[in-house]
């Protein structure tokens, strides 16, 4: 049998919206969100991750937590009317 072998695409660069998130990376997602969040987070080389809130440390229950820090390089807190603004803007 002949078989077609279709390799991954791995991103350079994932840009993930999460509604909480803690220094090390560890994401909570809200809705939608949850859907390609954590996949695009894998696959890409370095993921950053806007946050509408950043938590201490210990703060996030880990039955809650979808995306482990692990993946995760980057997390840039962006509070609502900033983050309104700039969808408004583009």
Do not use: C
């Amino acid at each position: 049998r002949q078989y077609v072998l279709e390799m991954p695409l791995h991103a350079d660069f994932a840009l993930i919206k999460a509604h909480k998130g803690d220094r090390w990376g560890n994401l909570i997602y809200r809705k939608a969100a949850r859907n390609f969040g954590p996949i695009m987070a894998m696959a890409a080389k370095t993921a950053i991750a806007q946050v509408d809130q950043i938590v201490e440390l210990g703060e996030l229950d880990p039955e809650h937590i979808i995306t482990p820090g692990i993946f995760v390089q980057r997390v840039v807190a962006v509070s609502g009317a900033a983050a309104s603004s700039i969808a408004n803007a583009v």
